[in-house]
């Protein structure tokens, strides 16, 4: 089966959120310019030309890891009825030429976000909604925080106390090359995140540990 050339990440990304693309089309070269501006919403970013590998690939998402779809038209018609029952597939986009026959056999799949004819159009969509993503996540975050501590589960205690541990731990100029090392391969193909790693290297203070966090 034919498969893409151009796939960024992999199961073992650092990060919560990724992008599978599915288009015959998908690297072309307006295409190609797209994905590094997706990148700079989501880093981790999967092409693919052939819908056997696309649904092999969502389908072997770890568990607690999420993805975002992008499909054409015609590809998602065959891809999408088994997307909407996946529990890691986030939300759906469909990129096309033609608007009105999409939505129309779309509608009735709920995590089919958006129908878009143009690509900033749908770069723009998906930014707001990966944005609003994080801002519930944050106010989850705060609900669970605000709890007592009889009502929180056991993993949320283990995750405290890990991170109780971490702090204490004593740093060293060796973890800190690990870490860079760790996040040139993370973004190789994203020079956004790249040039923020470089300004860490070069600038990173024990001092200002919680600037560099947010």
């Not at 030309?49 to 590809?75: A, N, W, Y």
């Not at 976000?113 to 944005?131: G, M, P």
């Not at 004593?170 to 790693?197: C, F, M, P, R, T």
Request: hydrophobic share 40%; net charge negative.
């Amino acid at each position: 089966m034919a498969t893409s050339m151009n796939q960024t990440g992999s199961n073992d990304s650092l990060e919560t959120y990724s992008i599978f693309w599915l288009d015959v089309s998908v690297n072309n070269e307006e295409n190609i310019s797209a994905q590094k501006k997706l990148r700079s919403i989501i880093n981790q970013l999967r092409t693919f030309v052939d819908p056997e590998d696309f649904l092999e690939g969502v389908r072997f998402i770890q568990q607690g890891d999420l993805t975002i779809l992008i499909v054409s038209g015609q590809m998602g018609r065959i891809v999408v009825p088994e997307m909407q029952k996946l529990a890691q597939v986030s939300s759906i986009y469909v990129y096309c030429f033609d608007k009105e026959p999409n939505l129309q056999w779309s509608q009735p799949y709920k995590k089919v976000k958006a129908v878009c004819t143009k690509l900033d159009e749908l770069i723009d969509i998906i930014r707001v909604d990966q944005k609003n993503r994080g801002r519930n996540e944050e106010a989850l975050a705060i609900n669970i925080l605000d709890r007592s501590s009889t009502e929180l589960n056991g993993d949320f205690l283990h995750s405290q106390l890990l991170i109780d541990v971490l702090i204490r731990m004593k740093a060293s100029q060796h973890d800190k090359i690990e870490l860079l090392a760790l996040l040139k391969k993370e973004y190789k193909s994203n020079d956004g995140e790249l040039k923020l790693v470089n300004d860490f290297h070069m600038a990173y203070d024990s001092s200002k540990a919680i600037w560099w966090y947010t």
